[in-house]
């Protein structure tokens, strides 16, 4: 590889592939940390930074690439990133300044990245398992994804093949810590509640959560707290960072598209490496991978600085 050439633009030019969008879309571009390997290797030579380096660079960079004409925006929330960029696109969309956008996200691992997780002593030695009554931390992964979102008027208009729908979506700022959520998950409690009502759903229509369980004693607890005190009752609840680390700010979107999927197959993920579920747990996380009722999914992110966000999809 280029050494000049982040790994994050690699990793997003080769998501591109042949794929081909309307050129007039909005792009809204996410990333907690960017071309981070860039900024390292430039600190290590003693190098000058360039005059523009930044988020805000990487997006017209793969804004060119990627042959968007209108001007990106560039979103970066922690590990919210990617589902502040859908929300915002999709508030573009419903109040009709757009009819398309391309949410396009990347995270990547490097030493200051580890290194700053290991200094809030965050990282399990072994890989995470979020949920388990002996989690003791996350495990950081790399990734990228996009979604093509529409106005449903045009998308129809042009035949396009309709994956699913957001139905619905909140966000909230416990303010709490610059690295921690409030342990009572009244934050993550206040998204979800938005998001029910910007969906006019109410709980009972959630058929899964998939949830931001990053394996770290904390987190975990915190959304239990959260999801407790919405549901009268226990909802299906998974995380897939067990197997796919945490992507950081590229997680939301990952997990979103795993939500539509588990929409679409009735079907939600195991919680791997899980073996004894906590006893906060009970009832709502099971080890093995399971059926659900067809209807819409909850999907939810929670970041440093005590961001937390809800968005509920269906399958078409």
Known sequence: SNKETSLLIQLL???KMNKKFPEESAFVFASSKGEIDKFE???EQNRKLPEEFGITDTMNKVKNIWGFQNDGVSISAACASSTM??????ELISENKIDSAVVLTGDIISPF????FASLMALDSNPAKPFDAN???LSLGEGGAYILLMQESRAKKDNYNILGRVLGFGSSDDANHATGPSRDGYGLKLAIEGAFKNANL???GIKAICAHGTGTVYNDSMELKAFKSVFKSPVPVYSIKGGTGHMLGASGLVEIIFALHSSKNMFIPPNVNVTSVDSEALGWVSIEGREIEKGPVLSTNSGFGG???AVIIENN
Not at 113 to 116: A, E, R, Y
């Open 85 to 90: 960029a859908l929300i915002y696109a999709c």
């Open 113 to 116: 990245i580890f290194s700053g």
């Open 41 to 43: 290797m430039y600190l």
């Open 13 to 15: 030019s080769n998501l």
């Open 307 to 309: 961001i937390n966000t």
């Open 202 to 204: 109410n709980s009972s």
């Open 135 to 137: 989690r003791k931390g």
